[in-house]
């Protein structure tokens, strides 16, 4: 038998491997182990008050260079307004939203084309509400997420999100770039979300 295991912050994959040699053939097994949660986190939810969802992506250990790349050919391949990206007290460490809103197929089909940590993008499978949620608060000693810069589009072609438009505001974001002209839905409510996460706390 053969075992392989892979470790990061939030989990730990174990492959085995065994050859059965009556039959001529490898069976593979994997699974992973997730760190047990053990601190409150605030954050809020891409869902908006229709059902649709607006874009979220969580970077780590990939430069800002590479990601401001990929956020405008994003822009360009799914015709998507602008971004906006909040750096984390950690190096390489990014959120990126998006306020276009999506139905949950097509949102999760673009979350599976980026470079955004793979367990948030596939979170939306794990979770029983349904939901990506990106931290807006402090976590331990970590800091909270702070507004770096907005990636400017062209594109006004999708309807965007009211809500997150007004608390990407109260989290630092200009007005001067949230530009309210052109298809925005009439959501007044965001939900926050208080959850449980076995990620780093400290610096």
Known sequence: MKLQ????????SLFFST???????????HTILYNSPNTWVRGYSSRTIDGKYVLF???????????VGELEYLQKKFKLSNYYVFKLDRED?????????????????????TSSDLAFVHSIKNLQTREWVLRWYKKGERE???FLTCIPSKYRVH???????????????SKA???RKGLWDNGKVLALIDYDTANRVVK
Do not use: M
Request: net charge positive; aromatic share 14%.
């Open 177 to 179: 770039f949230i530009d």
């Open 19 to 29: 050859k059965i040699p009556l039959i001529n053939k490898t069976f593979r097994w």
């Open 144 to 146: 909270a997420p702070k």
């Open 5 to 12: 295991t892979k470790r990061n912050d939030k989990y730990t």
């Open 93 to 113: 460490s990014f959120h990126a939203v998006c306020l276009d809103t999506f139905c949950i197929g097509d949102a999760y089909e673009i979350q599976k084309t």
């Open 159 to 173: 309807i965007r999100s009211s809500a997150h438009a007004d608390f990407l505001e109260r989290l630092g974001v």
């Open 57 to 67: 992506h969580d970077y780590d250990k990939l430069d800002y260079a590479s990601i």
